[in-house]
């Protein structure tokens, strides 16, 4: 077999057999093919497409070119939650705690953001002392002890997705479904959990534009699982704006905590039943999607699922008085107001979620490269999101930054972010669609 037959046979439209993408995987790993050749078969797929079998056999063959974490001692069922990424999506820190406090183990494993959007590890770390560097004999131990466990994604997982995600980035290959797919389903293969749930934004501040689009992929990733006989659910969720208020560390792990103690905003809220109760359905857990929902609303209502928050932040060397004392989280120095313009009575009616992204990187909340610095106190907590009446002059968002410069920076770069309209706008919906379970 020669790789330049396979970009051949790919750019010409035509599938692979399973042994010709193991080929593939096999080359790339033992360094017999070279990135040039890798890159121009990204490229073929990138135009041509693969067909399912030919994506679940990339994903298999990607989830085993590393370790394949053996999670079985925990339990039949054990949870993992993804999402595609989005702009103060501090979901899996309500949706973990929340899952466990509701009977299913979940063992997360998170990255760190790049680019525009943000990573649950680093939120996390905003918590003095938290600490997401598990081995996996103590991720696993800390599941089986506290039901439970957030740890950071480490390179012996699907190795070969790093190789071929770095080469994508720089070869304009990102925007593929099947690549997209396999990248994603490998890592949560090779993860060891058995009930994936997945979370596929779509909107401005997300890697899927549309909503057809963000259907796709979600398609795809939940027919993958089935073939690899992992069973995967999913929900094509907004991205148009940020989820919730908050955007930045310190800000987002505030939220997520007002979020557990039965409060917080209710887009945010509505996400983490929309996925939980899939989870518990697609477990068995519970019988329907009514019955489920009213599971999650009491463990956030009764403060189990705070409680549970409490003690994975504790199990994972974090100060658990952050519950009552946000204030230990890096806090910024300078906090200004964006107001609406004018005077009377507008509605937002659009809020870009990349943008705002920008203006918190500006202020330092984001890295353009592997292993930057971050600041975790600096972010935007908005005051109202698309659809909600604002009164010209009224404060529509609050930047929180570290100098008087930057915040001045920030807003101007919100004001780009923000449009108005004198007439009532619709209020988006969260869930976009559900498929799956
Ligand atoms: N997230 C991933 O893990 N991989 C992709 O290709 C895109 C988003």
Redesign the pocket.
Known sequence: MAMVDLILQKRAGKAHAKEEIDFIIKGLMDGSIEDYQLAAWLMAVCWQGMTLDETAWLTDAMARSGDLLDLSAIGPIVGDKHS??GVGDKTTLVFVPMLSAAGIPMAKLSGRGLGHTGGTIDKLEAIPGFRCDLTIEQFIKQVKEIGQAIGGQTKELAPA?GKI?AL?DVTGT?ESIP??AA??MS?KIASGANLIVLDVKCGSGA?METEERAAQLAATMVEVGKRLKRPVSAVVTDMEQPLGNAVGHTLEVMEAIETLSGRGPSDLKELCLSLGSLALVTAGLTEDDACARRTLTEVLANGQALSKFRDLVAAQGGDPSVIERPEIMPQSKFKIDVKAPGTGDKWIKNLNGRLIAEACKLMGAGREKKGDPINMAVGIVLKGKIGSRIEGGQPVATIHADSEKDAVVAASKFNQAILYSDTPQAVPKVIRARIGA
């Open positions: 595609t990424g997705d995600y994508r990102v690549l997209i990248s994603v890592k890697i």
